[in-house]
Nanobody, 116 residues
Framework: QVQLVESGGGRVQPGESLRLSCTGS????????IAWYRQAPQKQREFVAI???????IYGDDVKGRFTISADKARGAVYLEMTNLKPDDTGVYYC??????????WGQGTQVSVSS
């Protein structure tokens, strides 16, 4: 079993940036890649971005052009660079397997709050 730990969240103003980290182990990539998800208050968890084992990436429509996902397999880490943050980006961010794949245990997530 892989233990995932998310970090890097914080409270920022609209237009600012944050870099989230997801650490686990090299085994975290055994299920075809890693995805970032987020859950806003009173809403269901939603997909944000995926990085596949070959390096291919897919982004949710709401974050295209603003967020960048990357991975360092040797370190067992995945990152989410978030720029031009908006209030709608507020939520708890989690990392786990891509949609449709058996998940690892969910971590605690990292809180991102965007407000002026």
């Amino acid at each position: 079993q892989v233990q995932l730990v998310e970090s890097g969240g914080g409270r920022v103003q609209p237009g600012e940036s944050l870099r989230l980290s997801c650490t686990g182990s090299r085994s975290m990539f055994d299920r075809e890649g890693i995805a970032w998800y987020r859950q806003a208050p009173q809403k269901q968890r939603e997909f944000v971005a995926i990085i596949g084992n070959g390096g291919s990436t897919i982004y949710g429509d709401d974050v295209k052009g603003r967020f960048t996902i990357s991975a360092d397999k040797a370190r067992g880490a995945v990152y989410l660079e978030m720029t031009n943050l908006k209030p709608d980006d507020t939520g708890v961010y989690y990392c786990n397997t891509p949609p449709g794949f058996r998940t690892w245990a969910w971590g605690q997530g990292t809180q991102v709050s965007v407000s002026s």
